[in-house]
């Protein structure tokens, strides 16, 4: 298997040549001072690409999507690895490199402050950028608590949701600075290095004028323990199937709780309604030492199946104005009237 991953990117990088230059926003929730938001910075700089990060100015892990915007002006404290000292604006950038910029606020906040506050006033020439990138995270985030959990996530689908194509990248290795990667032979530079290859492959394969992904869609990839940056075993999975999802233990003695996984694992956070129900899932790939990628959408809708029916038969006698096909003319025209934004979103 490696060595088939081995020629498929030998191809890609021989593709590399020809490859365009993609306008790439970053974002993560490990903070803009992350080795490995760094390191990937890094590695799409130096392929040629224009990068910019927005990211948060603290660690902001576990925020979902949540976009909480600082009512600070000015920060209150340094940012991560004081990098920035308190006093300092809210929103800017690093003192050494004016395209990585910190916002003192959530991820979701980040992906957003970008969008409507960076790009369009110092960055005007960028349009919608082509692919927000989002990590890669310290520590997996497989199956779908990352919807409502992950920050890394939260910033992906933010941007998804503004009609831009996101790959949010989570790893295993622990949290370290930028300043304390000094060789390409550490755990950061091992991960940016797969997350890079994975992201060069979307683009690669991604005609000119084509957006990365269809509207609405995002990429969750995890990546297993490194202990070289040679690329694992790549499995397209989904991100139910063998996924954990928390319970509360009590104390006695404290009278606190805190989280364990459930055991055994529960079926409902397990069901395949959507997608192919035939692919692992990622959670248990990731375990097995393989790199995980799972596709998602940011439409929750049920499928259209009985079950569906059956859910909606039951507010059969409340649906108002219903003609045969259970249809309601709207008397509000709001909706109608409200323009629906591709990826015109910044114009
Ligand atoms: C915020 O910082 C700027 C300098 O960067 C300063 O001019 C301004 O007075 C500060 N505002 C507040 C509310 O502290
Ligand atoms: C960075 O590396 C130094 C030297 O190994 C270590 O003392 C320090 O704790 C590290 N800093 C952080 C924030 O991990
Ligand atoms: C590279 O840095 C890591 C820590 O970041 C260290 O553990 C390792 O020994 C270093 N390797 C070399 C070859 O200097
Ligand atoms: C409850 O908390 C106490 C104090 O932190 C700890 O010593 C004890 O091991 C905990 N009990 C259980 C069952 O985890
Ligand atoms: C039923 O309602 C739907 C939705 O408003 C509408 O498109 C359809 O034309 C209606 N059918 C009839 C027979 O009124």
């Given at each position: 298997?490696?060595?088939?991953?081995?020629?498929?990117?030998?191809?890609?990088?021989?593709?590399?040549?020809?490859?365009q230059?993609?306008?790439?926003?970053?974002?993560?929730?490990?903070?803009?001072?992350?080795?490995?938001?760094?390191?990937?910075?890094?590695?799409?700089?130096?392929?040629?690409?224009?990068?910019?990060?927005?990211?948060?100015?603290?660690?902001?892990?576990?925020?979902?999507?949540?976009?909480?915007?600082?009512?600070?002006?000015?920060?209150?404290?340094?940012?991560?690895?004081?990098?920035?000292?308190?006093?300092?604006?809210?929103?800017?950038?690093?003192?050494?490199?004016?395209?990585?910029?910190?916002?003192?606020?959530?991820?979701?906040?980040?992906?957003?402050?970008?969008?409507?506050?960076?790009?369009?006033?110092?960055?005007?020439?960028?349009?919608?950028?082509?692919?927000?990138?989002?990590?890669?995270?310290?520590?997996?985030?497989?199956?779908?608590?990352?919807?409502?959990?992950?920050?890394?996530?939260?910033?992906?689908?933010?941007?998804?949701?503004?009609?831009?194509?996101?790959?949010?990248?989570?790893?295993?290795?622990?949290?370290?600075?930028?300043?304390?990667?000094?060789?390409?032979?550490?755990?950061?530079?091992?991960?940016?290095?797969?997350?890079?290859?994975?992201?060069?492959?979307f683009i690669e394969n991604t005609g000119e004028?084509q957006a990365i992904?269809?509207?609405?869609?995002?990429?969750?990839?995890?990546?297993?323990?490194?202990?070289?940056?040679?690329?694992?075993?790549?499995?397209?999975?989904?991100?139910?199937?063998?996924?954990?999802?928390?319970?509360?233990?009590?104390?006695?003695?404290?009278?606190?709780?805190?989280?364990?996984?459930?055991?055994?694992?529960?079926?409902?956070?397990?069901?395949?309604?959507?997608?192919?129900?035939?692919?692992?899932?990622?959670?248990?790939?990731?375990?097995?030492?393989?790199?995980?990628?799972?596709?998602?959408?940011?439409?929750?809708?049920?499928?259209?199946?009985?079950?569906?029916?059956?859910?909606?038969?039951?507010?059969?006698?409340?649906?108002?104005?219903?003609?045969?096909?259970?249809?309601?003319?709207?008397?509000?025209?709001?909706?109608?009237?409200?323009?629906?934004?591709?990826?015109?979103?910044?114009?």
């Amino acid at each position: 298997m490696k060595t088939a991953i081995g020629a498929a990117l030998t191809v890609a990088l021989s593709l590399a040549s020809s490859a365009q230059a993609l306008k790439i926003l970053m974002n993560n929730d490990d903070g803009f001072g992350s080795g490995n938001i760094r390191e990937l910075y890094r590695m799409f700089k130096e392929a040629g690409h224009d990068v910019l990060i927005v990211a948060p100015a603290t660690q902001q892990s576990a925020q979902g999507g949540r976009a909480d915007y600082t009512t600070e002006r000015n920060l209150t404290g340094p940012t991560q690895y004081d990098i920035v000292p308190a006093g300092m604006p809210s929103v800017g950038t690093d003192p050494h490199d004016s395209n990585i910029w910190y916002y003192n606020g959530t991820p979701a906040a980040c992906t957003f402050v970008a969008l409507d506050y960076v790009l369009p006033r110092y960055y005007p020439d960028w349009g919608v950028p082509h692919l927000l990138t989002s990590g890669p995270n310290f520590g997996v985030n497989t199956g779908p608590f990352v919807f409502t959990l992950s920050g890394t996530l939260g910033a992906t689908y933010a941007a998804v949701e503004r009609s831009i194509p996101a790959i949010a990248f989570s790893a295993s290795n622990p949290s370290v600075p930028f300043f304390n990667v000094t060789n390409s032979s550490n755990p950061a530079t091992w991960v940016a290095t797969v997350s890079f290859n994975i992201a060069q492959e979307f683009i690669e394969n991604t005609g000119e004028d084509q957006a990365i992904l269809p509207l609405g869609y995002g990429v969750n990839v995890n990546i297993p323990d490194l202990d070289s940056g040679a690329m694992p075993p790549v499995v397209k999975t989904r991100l139910t199937g063998d996924a954990d999802v928390d319970i509360a233990v009590y104390n006695e003695t404290t009278g606190l709780f805190h989280y364990d996984e459930i055991e055994p694992k529960a079926a409902g956070v397990n069901v395949c309604y959507n997608g192919d129900c035939g692919l692992p899932g990622e959670t248990y790939v990731v375990d097995g030492g393989a790199v995980s990628v799972s596709v998602f959408t940011v439409d929750y809708d049920a499928p259209s199946i009985p079950y569906t029916d059956l859910v909606f038969a039951k507010v059969n006698g409340l649906v108002d104005g219903k003609n045969e096909t259970g249809g309601y003319n709207l008397k509000s025209k709001r909706r109608s009237r409200r323009r629906v934004v591709g990826r015109d979103v910044l114009d």
